[in-house]
């Protein structure tokens, strides 16, 4: 739940770590994340996009959540590590209710980054009213600034670095748990090596919220690409949710396509499926919470 997740966080601030966030747009792989979590001994943390709820209930958001909730729970009591799920990038406010009430997530995201200032906080506030009126403990992630690319449904042709004081105004007017920074990264496969990544960015927000009184946990957004380097110098400044799609999408896409090119003559969905899964997490670098991956994407 969002209280067990707020400790993270706080644990996260104090120590200097950051927390993954997988983007999971089917069972496969969530799956393949799960074991090699497991093997890390690292706590996991999915998300679901809108897309990626509608998905996998054939066109039906909230029949898609309960499927990959009961799933995801079901799969996790075989491990002992702590599994939370976000809700990734939501902009329909009426999901958003359904979710607080199913009580499925830790913790939501609404973006509503691409409105101008007084309408991003009006949106996100509304948001937070609902989780204190439900009286439901999930966590609400809001974004202030634009990050360039396509995620979902929304598409930004142009970065817009979040402002350290606006943050502050942000915070402080919305009641989010959690603040989606702007600082150079990109969503997506097309990461451009037109924007400048600012991880001194981060540390004035960091300053600004904190000389307000404000501990607010920063997320990065569009983090597969982002060197480890240049990860933890982000993991320095308040950066405690690292969101990755792309990296586990091409991992899991390419190793399936390439297994089935190999043999054309394969048609048991299950063997080539298992195999891709298998791949996927042997090949992927864990994270425990404390550290980063290297992304090959
Ligand atoms: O997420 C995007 C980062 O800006 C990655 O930059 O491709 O130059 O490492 P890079
Ligand atoms: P990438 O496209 O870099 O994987 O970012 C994913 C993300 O920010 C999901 O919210
Ligand atoms: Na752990
Ligand atoms: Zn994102």
């Known amino acids: 739940g969002g209280e067990e997740l707020a400790t993270v966080y706080d644990e996260a601030l104090d120590e200097g770590f950051g927390l993954i966030a997988s983007n999971i747009a089917e069972p496969n792989i969530m799956m393949g994340l799960m074991e090699g979590a497991d093997r890390m001994d690292s706590d996991l943390l999915l998300q679901m996009s809108g897309g990626a709820c509608r998905f996998a209930g054939d066109g039906d958001a909230v029949a898609g959540l309960k499927a990959m909730g009961n799933y995801i729970e079901t799969i996790a009591e075989r491990y002992d590590i702590g599994v939370f799920l976000n809700m990734d990038h939501q902009t329909d406010l009426e999901f958003i ?129 982002v060197q480890p380097d240049q990860l933890q110098e982000m993991l320095k400044h308040g950066i405690c949710k690292v969101n990755k799609d792309t990296r586990y999408q091409y991992e899991y896409t390419r190793t399936a396509y390439d297994l089935y090119s190999e043999d054309p003559n394969a048609i048991v969905p299950p063997e080539g499926v298992e195999d891709a899964r298998d791949t996927f997490f042997n090949e992927t670098e864990w994270s425990p919470n404390k550290d980063v991956f290297d992304p090959r994407v």
Do not use: C, W
């Open 97 to 225: 209710e359904q979710q607080i009430e199913l009580d499925i997530p830790s913790s939501i995201m609404i973006d509503a980054s691409h409105e101008p200032f007084d309408e991003n906080v009006a949106t996100s506030r509304e948001v937070v009213e609902m989780v204190e009126a439900a009286d439901s403990d999930v966590l609400i992630e809001a974004e202030l600034g634009q990050i360039k690319g396509v995620e979902d449904e929304i598409e930004a042709e142009e970065a817009f670095y979040t402002d350290p004081e606006q943050a502050v105004e942000f915070v402080d007017k919305t009641g989010a748990d959690l603040l989606a920074i702007s600082v150079g990264t990109q969503h997506g496969v097309a990461k451009g090596k037109d924007l400048e990544l600012r991880p001194d960015l981060a540390q004035d927000i960091r300053q600004a919220l904190r000389d307000h009184g404000l501990d607010t946990p920063l997320v990065l957004h569009g983090s597969s690409g």
